[in-house]
T-cell receptor, first 113, second 111 residues
Framework: NAGVTQTPKFQVLKTGQSMTLQCAQDMNHNSMYWYRQDPGMGLRLIYYSASEGTTDKGEVPNGYNVSRLNKREFSLRLESAAPSQTSVYFC????????????FGPGTRLTVL | QKEVEQNSGPLSVPEGAIASLNCTYSDRGSQSFFWYRQYSGKSPELIMSIYSNGDKEDGRFTAQLNKASQYVSLLIRDSQPSDSATYLCALTRSGYSTLTFGKGTMLLVSP
């Protein structure tokens, strides 16, 4: 039981490049989330998916797109990376309700030059 | 006032002491409150949740909630160096379907 997995762990991009961050969970959870964490800013929600087939914007969605590929997988895409998107990205999942425990993946450290 | 406020710290306590971490919030409609622990370079993990006014104890951890005063606290008794981490307060807000996180308080426990 791997929990929540994320790939890659580290990535360096040049401004304007695109990439997709992958996330998968094996806990049969319905809800999945993408956060970014910056020094002094805490965790900020980018997008979330309350169930397979649905996605919604969070606090900081600009510059990102997401896909809930199936119940297990939730990907985050940067179409044209900017230095402001340098951050640590965490994927999380929870069983269903907002009050259910969120389980976080190990994170992806992204640097945009 | 920000939705969730935490002192960034660091809060330094000696080993064996009680560490007290505080979180204030602005939305009176908030119903559910959570404390996540995050070690440096790692991902957050849930350590406590509290939904009703009063205290909730789990081992060395006690969460305290006072909805009238709009604060939630986490007490760590007999603090250990292994408790050194950043503690994130999170809560639900009325009209929102996701959690809102504070910026976290760094705790340093010295041997």
């Amino acid at each position: 039981n791997a929990g929540v997995t994320q790939t890659p762990k580290f990535q360096v991009l040049k401004t304007g490049q695109s990439m997709t961050l992958q996330c998968a969970q094996d806990m049969n959870h319905n809800s999945m989330y993408w956060y970014r964490q910056d020094p002094g800013m805490g965790l900020r929600l980018i997008y979330y998916s309350a169930s397979e087939g649905t996605t919604d914007k969070g606090e900081v969605p600009n510059g990102y797109n997401v896909s809930r590929l199936n119940k297990r997988e939730f990907s985050l895409r940067l179409e044209s990376a900017a230095p402001s998107q340098t951050s640590v990205y965490f994927c999380a999942s929870s069983l269903q309700d907002i009050t259910d425990t969120q389980y976080f993946g190990p994170g992806t450290r992204l640097t945009v030059l | 006032q920000k939705e969730v406020e935490q002192n960034s710290g660091p809060l330094s306590v000696p080993e064996g002491a009680i560490a007290s971490l505080n979180c204030t919030y602005s939305d009176r409609g908030s119903q559910s409150f959570f404390w996540y622990r995050q070690y440096s370079g790692k991902s957050p993990e849930l350590i406590m949740s509290i939904y009703s006014n009063g205290d909730k104890e789990d081992g060395r951890f006690t969460a305290q909630l006072n909805k009238a005063s709009q604060y939630v606290s986490l007490l760590i008794r007999d603090s250990q160096p292994s408790d050194s981490a950043t503690y994130l307060c999170a809560l639900t807000r009325s009209g929102y379907s996701t959690l809102t996180f504070g910026k976290g308080t760094m705790l340093l426990v010295s041997p």
